[in-house]
């Protein structure tokens, strides 16, 4: 006889309720509203602020996102709003939700409430304090000590121990070692396992890439989150909760907008006409393109201009070194590291193998995901059908790569100068380095007759890519002390 | 190594002499290859492309061909090869997507000949036809694979893997127009190289990227191909479709595989990443490697037999830069250290044992077991009679030997598992309830031992005197008593180890022989007791030549409680829940200072230490005033061991959950582990499933406790479609219905769910029961005869 008890999460959200079904109303909170008890509301318009809601929640969405919507609730207890703006690539959202469900929920190493607590430190690297405050409440019903939540200083050594490699790949992967990997593995009290580390590894990856997603989408807080609601009622003058108004392309600059498409779709073609010609380009060139690229990319640095957020401090007291953060490492002066050469330290070859070994589900999850976003297209560009985008996809891949310092001998970076527009540019750079710092004015400035389900798309490839990266530089470290 | 052998092998003409030798390389290898006439071989990688001759002691660097201030990335090699039909020629494939061939004949410093631009992505392979001079083919990661004729400029044919990158090409060595090409999807392709619009055939040989392939030297229809999934497959390819013969399973994923020359069944391989080790495996023998080189400290990236018909001189280059010239003679064999005979118990006693049919049969005049009444099953392999190289015995017999149905019964074992209770009542009770479960099924000396542990660590004034009686006395051979002491010795308040092993030590003088009607031993210090009223002595004697008494079972007597029915209590917590082990100190002390009433009732406890013979003799009286429970704990502990060390498991990890934080301390975290994982293994073996889950979860192990927390995933159809559910919840992606709906009152099951694994039907737990009192169909009425087991 199989006796089970299926366990049911009662904690559901309304927020996630309503969300998931934008036409009802909840009958009960109308009755409550009556009873004189105060309803918070919702602060911004649907799950992100750069996206008008209208384009995330269609009426009568098509059944893949559906599913995976319905999936997402019945094992959480609600849909939260990465889930819903993930929903316009269902078939990225089912893999990504899976990976992170095994990541957070299933069988592994490490106990539940420590996944969720490097979960939060990995976030708070970046100050993405819709992630830090999410992690939160799962970390308390995990069954976490409340203690830990006051800072750093008050989890276990071994926790804090982690604090140096997530501080490095947070910002300068290519900065981790051996060494760094050793001293969290050497034996002593506060050890780590190797099979540990690993899933620590992979869970710290995963929300640094995640936490340049919420900002590089302006995820808005859930409901239930400081922020997220008030109390007083809408004023009418408000609108800039409502994205949606100022968002569209004026008239005046939509031609540009417009020509913009046009010379992308051109350079494309160019290239790759080019490509079966173009044999001149000597090898010292292709050397110095991609030198070019990195360097650069100094020059790309979002402006600073951006005053100085100040910081809940229930997300900083998870931070020690607030002012490490990405820099470039080409700076004059400095001695640089040696690239990363791709073909020597590949996903598929020599990642995928060292970690299905440690950590095997997730092996196989990672390497679908990374897979899937990197071969996801539609075949559109703006308002082309038809269109073969993988060079543009390989580019933004590739030039991610280029900015922590992996280059792919096989690849010609003046591509991505062909490609990739100053704007976009500035806008990848800053998402994936300096997430905290992303506007919704750099969101609508690059490719602005692109639709959203395309600027989201171009996110999952800085996501994935960023994550990768890190991941290829945390993984090269493990194999070297192995050997 | 110990001894480098010396091999010479002639081979029509040249001879190959060497030895087991290496070279550092300035860089990490990705690549080698060797000249056809086995005395060069190139070795090419991101920072070194050189040629070494093969010396009979040494490799020499004859060339290096990578040279220049800043050399370029068509240097940087991913794979080289050299022509197996022109000694000048070699091509190499270079990470940025070039092809270049080299002529070694030029006089130029720059030996570079053609250079091929074609690819968009890095080329993972590049191969030469075995007959045909001028025809090389690549295979690159950008999915295309291109065939070029070397007086051309520019490939005569490009075959499109539909955009899956392709590892490696490898033309069959005896179909002139064929090659084998694997994709990084799994797939392996069969191309003909006029048919450049079509594959031949292509089938899926493994999961994830097929990193390599082989065609066998002699045998056309042979492919061997290694894939990331860590396996070595063996393809005959003869048939219309591609059929596995044979598969390897290695530790790793397989980097290279190269079938060993003039061996039918021989095949090298080395992985890609965390495995440094070449092994050579008999395709027939998956299971262990037949040779093993393990002299590269990193991941070794290419092996090449040194001569086309020669076995035993393999090259190697790795990523730790060094090249290896490795004999086999000299390779380290696994199976000499694997042991090939197998012994195992089952749980009631009846013994298997496996081993090489030669050492059975030579011993063929033993004198047969008493209780081997089945016939011994043999397990034959014919072997190959052509096979010419080491000879392999593979034939094995099994022999099962059955014990005495009597002796071997383990009927008590599972008794006492389900009888005892473990937690939730207070210690005295649990021990009374334990000793008398122990007492029905005649083990009386655990049920001594219950009703000392009890006395020793609770207030003996509520004891009840009937649990007192129990002696040994049935034992009936007499038991040496070779150490006894009273520790109304010992001075009051002293408590500690070091003073109890000197007591020993000092009343070691008394050896009392103990007849089976004797009920009390009194030493002369001993007098005080005598005043006692109740006479109530304990000892305890090892009574190692009467097993028979000791474990046998009380048949006539059935059990005085009958089971009900009740629902089995829940082992793991629905939640995970924090426990707190609240530190045992407080509740010890107040133990201690508990003031005791019946200062003239006086016991005797003895209690046998494991190594000898030997009766503790505590006066009752000196306890109540002075001793703390501590004071026993190393004895306590000494008796678990003793019960541990008589493979009476059960007894010991029962007693460490009564006893808890009293006794944990004393006993070091392995030890407890093991008992505990032996104990929980015995019950899973008798399915005592319920009882090993509470186990478990009162074990206050933590490695133990995490146990119930691992693999609690449950694979459950949907009860509409039948097929399985793959995602989470209730609801059915496929039916779009929610799944655990009750068969009876069609409600959400929410919490106890119990369903039959044939029709995937089932409801709420007490409905299902209530129905199946009156029929024995599924209540949905599918036909279905529901069987819950």
């Known amino acids: ?483 | 190594m110990e001894k480098m052998a010396r091999v010479t092998t002639a081979l029509g003409g040249n001879t190959i002499t060497g030895r087991t030798m290496f070279c550092h390389l300035d860089a990490p290898a990705n690549a080698i290859s060797v000249c056809r006439d086995a005395a060069q071989v190139v070795v090419a990688g991101r920072n070194i492309f050189k040629i070494y001759s093969i010396e009979e002691d040494q490799f020499l660097e004859k060339l290096n061909l990578r040279f220049g201030r800043k050399p370029s990335l068509n240097f940087s090699c991913a794979d080289v090869v050299w022509h197996q039909m022109d000694e000048n020629l070699l091509a190499t494939a270079a990470t940025n997507g070039v092809v270049v061939t080299w002529n070694l004949g030029k006089p130029s410093r720059n030996k570079q000949d053609q250079l091929f631009t074609e690819h968009k992505r890095t080329v993972n392979k590049v191969c030469f036809h075995p007959t045909e001079v001028y025809m090389l083919l690549s295979g690159s990661q950008d999915g295309y694979m291109k065939c070029f004729d070397l007086r051309k400029k520019d490939s005569v044919s490009t075959f499109s893997g539909q955009s899956e990158s392709v590892r490696d090409v490898q033309f069959s060595i005896r179909d002139y127009f064929t090659f084998a090409a694997t994709f990084e999807n799994g797939n392996v392709q069969l191309w003909d190289i006029r048919r450049p619009d079509r594959y031949e055939r292509m089938f899926t040989a493994h999961n994830g990227p097929v990193f390599c392939c082989d065609w066998h030297p002699e045998d056309r229809g042979w492919l061997a191909t290694g894939g990331r999934d860590k396996m070595v497959k063996v393809w005959d390819m003869n048939t219309n479709r591609a059929k596995e013969i044979y598969c390897v399973q290695t530790i790793a994923s397989v980097a290279r595989v190269k079938w060993r020359p003039e061996c039918k069944h021989h095949i090298a391989t080395c992985s890609m990443m965390v495995d440094h080790n070449i092994y050579v495996w008999d395709v027939r023998r998956p299971y262990i490697p037949s040779a093993m080189f393990e002299e590269h400290k990193d991941v070794t990236t290419g092996i090449v037999w040194r001569h086309l018909h020669d076995p035993y001189f393999l090259l190697s280059g790795s990523k730790d830069s060094t090249l290896y010239q490795h004999i086999f003679k000299d390779a380290s064999q696994p199976i000499d250290r694997a042991n090939p005979e197998g012994l195992c118990y089952s749980l009631f006693g009846d013994l298997a044992f496996a081993a090489k049919e030669s050492l059975i049969s030579s011993d063929s005049n033993r004198k047969p077991y008493i209780g081997d009444r089945r016939h011994p099953i043999f397990f034959k392999r014919k072997l190959d009679p052509t096979e010419q190289f080491e000879y392999i015995s593979s034939s094995s017999a099994l022999s099962v030997f059955e014990t005495d149905i009597e002796s071997g019964s383990m009927d008590w074992f599972v008794r006492t598992a389900k009888q005892y209770a473990l937690a939730g009542r207070p210690l005295a009770e649990l021990c009374d309830h334990n000793a008398k479960v122990a007492k029905e099924l005649d083990r009386n000396q655990v049920a001594q031992t219950w009703t000392m542990i009890r006395i020793i660590y609770s207030s003996p004034g509520t004891m009840p005197s009937t649990n007192l009686n129990h002696s040994m006395g049935k034992s009936s051979s007499n038991l040496p008593l070779m150490n006894s002491f009273n520790l109304k010795d010992i001075a009051p308040g002293i408590g500690n180890e070091s003073r109890l092993e000197r007591n020993k030590g000092e009343n070691r003088v008394e050896n009392i022989l103990m007849d089976s009607s004797s009920s009390l031993i009194n030493n002369d210090e001993n007098e005080e007791t005598e005043g006692s009223d109740v006479p109530a002595d304990y000892f305890l004697g090892d009574v190692e030549g009467d097993e028979d008494e000791l474990y046998m079972m009380d048949h006539e007597n059935p059990h005085a409680e009958e089971q009900e029915y009740i629902l089995p209590q829940e082992a793991f917590p629905l939640r995970h829940e924090i426990v707190d082990n609240p530190s045992a100190l407080d509740h010890l002390q107040d133990k201690a200072d508990s003031p005791h009433v019946s200062g003239n009732e006086a016991e005797t406890v003895s209690l046998t230490p494991v190594e000898s013979f030997s009766l503790i003799s505590i006066s009752h009286s000196l306890y109540d005033n002075r001793l703390p429970p501590d004071f026993f704990n190393p004895i306590v502990r000494d008796m678990l061991l003793f019960y541990a060390e008589q493979g009476d498991v059960q007894m010991a990890a029962s007693v460490l959950i009564v006893l808890g934080d009293r006794i944990r301390r004393e006993i070091d975290e392995q030890t407890q582990e093991h008992w505990y994982t032996s104990y929980v293994d015995l019950l899973q073996r008798f399915q005592l499933w319920n009882i090993s889950n509470e186990v478990i979860k009162l074990s206050t192990c933590r490695t133990i406790n995490c146990l119930n927390q691992a693999s609690t995933t449950l694979h459950i159809n949907c009860s509409n479609c039948k097929r399985p559910m793959s995602n989470k919840g209730w609801i059915c992606d496929r039916c779009r219905q929610c799944a655990s709906m009750c068969a009876v009152c069609h409600h959400v099951v929410k919490g106890l769910f119990v369903w039959c694994q044939g029709c995937s039907h089932g409801g709420h737990l007490q409905h299902i029961m209530k129905w199946l009192e009156t029929s024995s169909h599924c209540p949905t009425g599918c036909g279905h005869l529901c069987e819950y087991t």
Not at chain 1, 121 to 135: D, P
Not at chain 1, 262 to 290: A, D, I, N, P, S
Not at chain 1, 403 to 424: A, T
Request: glycine content about 6%.
């Open chain 1, 1 to 483: 006889m199989i006796v089970a008890g299926s366990d049911c999460r009662s904690s559901c959200s309304c927020a996630g309720l309503k969300d998931y079904f934008p036409g009802e109303n909840c009958g009960t909170l109308r009755n409550n509203e009556d009873r004189g008890i105060k309803i918070p509301r919702q602060l911004g318009r649907g799950p992100s602020s750069f996206i008008p809601v209208e384009e995330i929640l269609k009426e009568g969405a098509e059944s893949a996102p559906r599913r995976l919507f319905i999936e997402a609730f019945v094992s959480t207890g609600r849909v939260d709003n990465i889930i819903i703006v993930l929903g316009l690539h269902p078939e990225y959202l089912s893999c990504f939700w899976k990976t992170q469900y095994l990541l957070l929920r299933m069988d592994g190493p490490l106990p539940y409430h420590k996944r969720h607590y490097i979960a939060i430190m990995a976030a708070a690297r970046h100050q993405c304090s819709y992630l830090v405050g999410f992690h939160m409440g799962e970390f308390l019903q995990a069954g976490g000590d409340p203690e830990w939540l006051q800072g750093l200083h008050c989890a276990p050594q071994k926790l804090r121990n982690l604090n140096e490699i997530n501080k490095i790949l947070a910002h300068r992967p290519w900065l981790i070692t051996k060494e760094h990997i050793e001293a969290l593995l050497k034996t002593g009290e506060n050890s780590w396992s190797l099979a540990e580390l690993i899933q620590a590894l992979v869970l710290l990856t995963h929300y640094h890439s995640l936490a340049s997603f919420v900002f590089g989408c302006g995820v808005n807080p859930e409901i239930d989150q400081e922020g997220g609601h008030a109390f007083w009622p809408p004023s009418p003058r408000s609108c800039d909760s409502s994205p949606a108004s100022d968002d569209g392309v004026n008239s005046s600059n939509g031609k540009d907008a417009m020509q913009e498409v046009e010379v992308l779709m051109e350079r494309m073609k160019l290239l790759q006409e080019c490509q079966l010609e173009e044999e001149g380009v000597t090898q010292e060139e292709m050397e110095t393109r991609f030198e070019l690229e990195k360097t650069e990319s100094l020059l790309v640095a979002p402006s600073v201009d951006i005053a100085e957020h100040t910081l809940p401090p229930n997300v900083l007291c998870f931070v020690e070194d607030p002012e490490f953060s990405y820099k470039d490492f080409m700076r004059r002066g400095e001695q640089a590291p040696p690239t990363f050469r791709a073909q020597d330290y590949t996903w598929e070859d020599h990642g995928y193998s060292l970690i299905n070994r440690l950590y095997p589900d997730v092996g196989q999850l990672l390497d679908k995901k990374f897979q899937v976003v990197y071969n996801l297209t539609y075949n559109t560009i703006a308002m082309h059908h038809g269109v073969d985008t993988s060079m543009l996809r390989r580019a933004i891949w590739n030039y991610v790569h280029c900015v922590f310092g992996i280059r792919y001998d096989d690849y010609d970076y003046g591509e991505v100068n062909q490609l990739l527009e100053l704007s976009l540019k500035i806008y990848i750079k800053t998402v994936d380095c300096y997430p905290e710092r992303a506007t919704k004015r750099m969101y609508t400035r690059f490719w602005r007759h692109f639709k959203h389900s395309e600027k989201v798309h171009i996110n999952l490839l800085l996501l994935e890519a960023r994550m990768q990266a890190a991941l290829l530089y945390a993984l090269r470290a493990i194999t070297r002390y192995m050997t």
